[in-house]
């Protein structure tokens, strides 16, 4: 972001149903920033779609100073979205960012505002980030931006994160960068969050801390599956690559998790194919063979059998 001689100016864009915890850790980090330098290195303004108070998806509502429309040059703005951001009409907000940025303003997001950004045509050759549960429904969208796994990204006037807490991160990230760590480290300690975390650390915990299991064996052949969910690989081949029979995986999975291998595999590209119903506007049949099944049927009925309602159920529930 360009430097100028008063305080840079922060435009948070509070979509319907924003993360609250997101929007917190980014403006409680520019907050704490002047209080550490002692002097204004930030101001912010907090805008909503009409001008009134933005509602969070945890139901609290938070005082806006304007509306998006009537949003002023600025030096960055961050678009602060949540839950089900792709059935938001953003058309106001889009043409707002793009207006801002014309004029020089960075564009930043947390949590889902990378799909704002992206729906603008505003992240057509950097690199970005968004939070893993809403990745598969992005890259179904958008297949051609560069979509990483990281906590954040900063890539030149463009800023993205996973959203919660990686916020605060990427923030501290910005001050260190413009204003050094002697201030990111004091807000760091105000923070109690002991240090920065990097951009390149997981979103999620690892897969031994999640499933509660210690085997190296089990836990290669879960980190394929999860690899490996639009062109699926049989039993067989998984058992190969770690140097087993086929009946030595399934007593292992049956021992660590209760479950064959067959039923965790499935589960995996059932839950895939639930954010893809949910999150994007893909044919049900397409959701399907990107979730590896060949079958429609069979597809229903699996969905069926997981969470007790059918694809269909579910995509009318997300739109409706």
């Known amino acids: 972001m360009q430097q100028s001689s008063g305080p840079q100016v922060f435009g948070f864009m509070l979509t319907d149903q ?17 209080r550490a330098a002692g002097r204004k290195l930030y101001e912010w303004q907090l ?23 009537d949003a ?20 106001d907000l889009i043409t707002v960012i793009r207006r801002l940025n014309k004029f020089g303003a960075a564009l930043g997001a947390v949590c889902t505002g990378t799909y704002v950004l992206a729906k603008a045509g505003l992240l057509d050759g950097f690199r970005c980030t968004i939070h893993w549960e809403n990745r598969p429904g992005i890259q179904a969208d958008f297949p051609d931006l560069d979509f990483g796994d990281e906590l954040f990204e900063i890539d030149r006037d463009r800023f993205t994160c996973a959203g919660g807490v990686a916020a605060a991160d990427m923030m501290l990230s910005l001050i260190k960068r413009d204003h050094g760590e002697a201030v990111s480290s004091a807000v760091t300690d105000q923070l109690i969050h002991h240090r920065i975390r990097e951009a390149s650390e ?22 394929l599956m999860e690899r490996s969910i639009e062109r699926p690989l049989t039993i067989a081949q998984f058992a190969r690559s770690v140097a087993l029979s086929p009946r030595q995986l399934e007593r ?16 995996i590209r059932l839950t895939h194919a639930s954010q893809l119903l949910r999150q994007t506007r893909m044919p049900i049949l397409d959701v399907a063979m990107a979730s590896g099944f060949s079958s429609a049927s069979y597809f229903s009925q699996s969905y069926l059998e997981r969470f007790g309602h059918s694809p269909s159920a579910e995509r009318k529930a997300a739109v409706g």
Do not use: W
């Open 202 to 223: 997981r979103q999620r915990m690892d897969l031994r801390t999640r499933l509660g299991v210690a085997d190296p064996k089990l836990l290669r052949v879960i980190a």
């Open 252 to 267: 292992l999975f049956l021992k660590h998790l209760g479950s064959s291998p067959n039923r965790h595999y499935i589960g």
């Open 47 to 69: 805008y909503s779609a009409d001008g009134k108070s933005a509602v969070a998806s945890s139901g609290v509502a938070v005082s806006v100073d304007r509306s998006f429309r």
């Open 72 to 91: 002023p040059n600025m030096d960055a703005v961050v678009v602060c979205a949540g839950v089900d951001v792709q059935l938001i009409d953003h058309r």
């Open 18 to 34: 924003f993360s609250l915890i997101a929007f917190t850790a980014a403006i409680e980090v520019l907050r704490l920033a002047n």
